[in-house]
């Protein structure tokens, strides 16, 4: 399954994260400076969020704090 999580960088987003890819889960994380290197897309709260960021998403996990 494909799961945008936010707060993907922080502490309780990255745990989360972490847990869904040892399950067999795609992530994307949703975070305020998104690595090359990796699953990631720019997102900030209260800022629109292209739907094409959220489009292969099947579920939204919302660990954002702003």
Known sequence: M???VTGANGYVGSNIAA???QQGDVVIGMVRKPAA???QVQFSLGEQVPVSSLSAAQVLVHC???
Do not use: S
Request: hydrophobic share 35%; no cysteine.
């Open 37 to 39: 290197d990796k699953n």
């Open 2 to 4: 494909k799961i945008a």
């Open 64 to 66: 954002a704090y702003d």
């Open 19 to 21: 847990y869904l890819q």
